[in-house]
């Protein structure tokens, strides 16, 4: 089979993510280079990453990857992605799949129009395939709650939210439903930011987003969310979801058995942690997750072994390769472009919710 080849368009913040997967599974993924705009840029991130890198969109093409990462502001990602799907490479982009209505029509009608079904993009939405989520929907589809009704979480924001609000449910795609919400500020003390972090105790305004999301189908989700939830070791995350015959909280399984007698179960996390030499606090340690069990149950473990990723990294890559094995032809997208376009429209409209302050109904038909 050989290994799977790949480009990275961007030099940002996030396409580092992509660099240290590559190099965490230099048996499977290879990192043929990374485009950068400026050569400044690229002999920058070519000397403290030890990559390759070019100014050269030529250069890019010609290697004739399986796919190109595009990894840029995400203003530019619809735009980015639709110029390199137009030079014939596979697109796994990072999220949203657009920013905004307009752009989200765009790239619709990029993806709906005749000449264009050999095009193929994958947006990066990770966090269903984040051994944590990956577990906890596992057992949810098990059947074990009975049919879901409801769920209140607070994991992550927006577009990422909404694609576990759905996962979660089992809410197809192409269900409407109206979203109503609000935005809070709350004075938080300071701990870490991407690159920094902060004992001495200051404070800032943190901005905390609640929504209802109430589906056609009667399925209700609760949605409550901080992004300081995704460092601060003083703002954790939560999930309930409930079903006819049990909920799950976080790492707490409650359910009736066969007999209609009350059970209960905790899901436990067996981690590896490792020690690094980066400088950078948020990614000094990583914690990787070497099995998720439920009684008995194996819910997760790794398929490929232990590779020194973190939750985060380990979702990327198993989107890498199943968008390496989709342009190939040899599997289906890893995460369709329906289900990307059904978050990024739930993200517009809850930004529109909480502006004006009114319940917003969905017509997904007629804003596609």
């Known amino acids: 089979m050989g290994k799977y080849h790949f480009i990275i368009i961007g030099s940002g913040w996030r396409s580092l993510y992509y660099v240290r997967i590559a190099k965490a599974m230099s048996d499977i993924l290879c990192l043929d280079a990374m485009y950068c705009r400026t050569q400044e840029k690229a002999d920058k991130m070519a000397e403290e990453f030890g990559i390759h890198t070019t100014t050269s969109i030529e250069e890019c093409v010609g290697y004739k990857p399986d796919f190109a990462v595009v990894a840029v502001n995400k203003t530019s990602i619809c735009d980015v992605s639709i110029e390199w799907m137009d030079r014939g490479i596979t697109v796994l982009s990072e999220t949203p799949a657009a920013l905004d209505m307009d752009s989200l029509k765009k790239l619709y009608r990029y993806h709906m129009s005749d000449d264009k079904t050999d095009k193929k993009q994958v947006v990066a939405e990770q966090y269903r395939k984040y051994p944590y989520n990956k577990a906890r929907i596992k057992l949810v589809n098990s059947g074990v709650l009975g ?83 995704y460092r601060s070791p003083i703002r954790k995350n939560m999930i309930k979801v409930q079903g006819v015959r049990g909920e799950l909280i976080n790492d707490e399984l409650y359910y009736l058995d066969d007999k209609n007698e009350g059970q209960y179960q905790k899901i436990v996390t067996d981690v590896n942690v490792t020690h690094t030499k980066d400088t950078n606090p948020n990614l ?85």
């Open 147 to 229: 049919d879901i009704s409801c769920l209140n979480i607070s994991l992550a924001h927006e577009y990422h939210g909404f694609s576990l609000i759905r996962a979660y449910l089992g809410i197809k795609p192409d269900e409407n439903y109206t979203v109503s919400g609000k935005i809070y500020e709350f004075p938080t003390t300071q701990t870490l930011t991407r690159y920094d972090k902060f004992t001495d105790g200051r404070t800032a305004p943190k901005k905390r987003c609640v929504a209802a999301f109430e589906f056609e189908s009667g399925k209700v989700a609760w949605y409550d969310f901080d992004s300081e939830q």
């Open 284 to 368: 000094s340690t990583v914690r990787e997750i070497e099995k998720i069990m439920c009684g008995e149950n194996v819910l997760y473990e790794p398929e490929l072994g232990l590779r020194g990723l973190s939750e985060d990294e380990t979702a990327i890559a198993a989107l890498m390769m199943g968008t390496a094995k989709y342009s190939r032809g040899e599997a289906e997208s890893p995460y369709s472009m329906e289900d990307a376009f059904a978050d990024a429209y739930a993200a517009i409209l809850l930004d529109e919710a909480v502006r004006t302050d009114n319940k917003i109904s969905s017509c997904i038909e007629n804003n596609r």
